[in-house]
């Protein structure tokens, strides 16, 4: 069973140009269809945000339920960021195709206003940054976990000329980042 889209995108990936069987659940009936996934690893769709009219499921939760659900579905992005960050590594995830500057992340909110949308893709915009921010990199909130784990561990504090050093190239690091993703997404308009 396939829960979550990073967990299809590498059971695709171990399957490029080949055909796999896939078993979807149309109106009740589970279906089993043949599919062919083409030589990068996709079967030939994804989700139409922009023009889809479909909208998010709503069901009124009391607190206790809003709680659950919500740390469910945060659990699940939270994991399903780790598989995505470790098949970036792994070369299973093109880079060019996995990050967005500000321009890419407004192409995915739409060019029309829809509430139950752009409240849901803050919220996930919102986790993802959490994630990205305890990552070991020395000017993120995680950079200083590891130095303050150093300290506790070696029981002596890091030199200022050390620290500053690393918030140097932690900065440099997130800079060098942002002007990658919005080169990509620069070139994917004039593409």
Do not use: C
Not at 25 to 33: E, I, K, P, Y
Not at 48 to 63: G, H, I, M, R, V
Request: proline share 3%; glycine share 8%; no cysteine.
């Amino acid at each position: 069973e396939i829960k979550n889209f990073p967990i299809l995108q590498e059971v695709l990936s171990a399957h490029k140009a080949d055909t796999v069987a896939v078993k979807v659940n149309r109106a009740g009936q589970m279906v089993t269809l043949q599919a062919r996934v083409d030589t990068s690893g996709r079967l030939g769709f994804q989700p139409d945000l922009e023009t889809s009219k479909e909208k998010y499921a709503f069901a009124p939760y009391d607190w206790g339920r809003a709680f659950k659900y919500s740390y469910k579905e945060g659990y699940d992005l939270i994991a399903a960021q780790v598989v995505s960050f470790g098949m970036l590594f792994t070369g299973q995830l093109k880079v060019t195709e996995s990050l967005s500057s500000p321009i890419g992340i407004a192409k995915i909110y739409g060019a029309v206003w829809d509430w139950d949308r752009f409240w849901f893709l803050t919220g996930l915009l919102s986790f993802v940054l959490a994630f990205m921010n305890i990552l070991p990199i020395p000017a993120l909130d995680g950079g200083h976990m590891v130095f303050l784990l150093f300290e506790m561990v070696t029981g002596r504090a890091l030199s200022d000329e050390f620290l500053e050093k690393a918030q140097i190239v932690g900065f440099v690091l997130i800079m060098g980042l942002m002007v990658f993703a919005f080169g990509i997404d620069i070139y994917k308009i004039f593409k």
